[in-house]
Each structure stands twice: as structure tokens, then as C-alpha cells.
């Protein structure tokens, strides 16, 4: 009785001690669904990431693709490397989309990987094309890739 008594009359901090405490727990749970989310994405990315290049081991007429010596002048690229390198450029920018928007983990090489692969003669001549067709952001970020790599 005596408790009911005392909870009637301090029933403004009380309530307000419960309620504080129902969003300390929800921004606890906010911050641990992020992460379970954010870890989640990257394993998703990872399995379209291996599931590419999955591809790329499987057709052997895409090999040339990551050939340093691909000489494009005199064998210019063909339609199935072209279709492997833009679904690769896909794969980066939904990537870049994913870091951009702090849905996933950055990787600490995103650009030297992203410089590398697109320094190579085929998806060179793949990006030259593709390029107007992409998000500006995504395009400026490539530069910023290429500039730094």
C-alpha cells in the first residue's frame, strides 16, 4: 500500500524513467539490427561477387578480359566480353551503392580493385562506353578510383 502510494505520487518521473529506458533499449536494437544488416549485405555482395566471377572461370571465350596484353586494335572486344565487363560494372556500382548508403562495409581496396580491373584493355574499352550511361555520382567516384590508384 505504502508502494502504491508513493508510485501515485511520483507517477510524471516514473513514467518518464520507463520511457526512457524503452528508447535506450530501442536505439540498442536499432544499432545492433544495423549491424546484423550491414554484415548481412556484404555477405550478399560477396556471394553475387563469387557468383561472377564464377561465370568468368566457366566461359573460357571471356578469358581475354583480364588480359594486361589484350590487344583491342586488332581483335576488338566481343559481345560476350562486353555483356561479362558491363555485368561486372553493375556489380561495382550496386557496390558503390550499398558503401555510399552505409548498407554494407566498405572494403579497405574498393578503389584499387575497381583502378585495376578497369585499367585492363577490355573493360577499358567496355567503361569508355558505358560510362555516360551511369549514375554521375558512381562515374565521379570511378574518376576519384582512377586518379588515386
Known amino acids: 500500500m505504502e508502494f502504491l502510494s508513493w508510485a501515485m505520487r511520483n507517477w510524471f518521473e516514473l513514467t518518464s524513467i520507463f520511457l526512457g529506458g524503452g528508447v535506450i ?20 555482395l560477396t556471394q553475387n561477387h563469387r557468383e561472377l566471377w564464377s561465370l568468368y572461370l566457366r566461359t573460357p571465350e571471356i578469358a581475354r578480359v583480364l588480359q594486361s596484353a589484350a590487344d583491342v586494335s586488332r581483335h576488338p572486344v566481343t559481345q560476350n566480353e562486353e555483356v561479362f565487363v558491363v555485368m561486372v560494372i ?6 558503390y551503392q550499398a558503401v ?15 583502378c585495376s580491373f578497369l585499367a585492363l ?20 567516384f570511378i574518376e576519384h578510383c582512377q586518379l588515386s590508384g
Open 25 to 44: 533499449f530501442a536505439a540498442v536494437s536499432v544499432r545492433s539490427e544495423t549491424k546484423s544488416r550491414r554484415i548481412s549485405n556484404q555477405l550478399l
Open 90 to 95: 553493375q556489380h561495382m556500382n550496386s557496390a
Open 100 to 114: 555510399r548508403s552505409e548498407l554494407t562495409i566498405k572494403p579497405e581496396q574498393m578503389c584499387c580493385d575497381i
Open 121 to 140: 584493355p577490355v573493360p577499358a574499352v567496355v567503361w569508355k562506353k558505358m560510362k555516360g550511361l551511369q549514375d554521375t555520382e558512381f562515374v565521379k
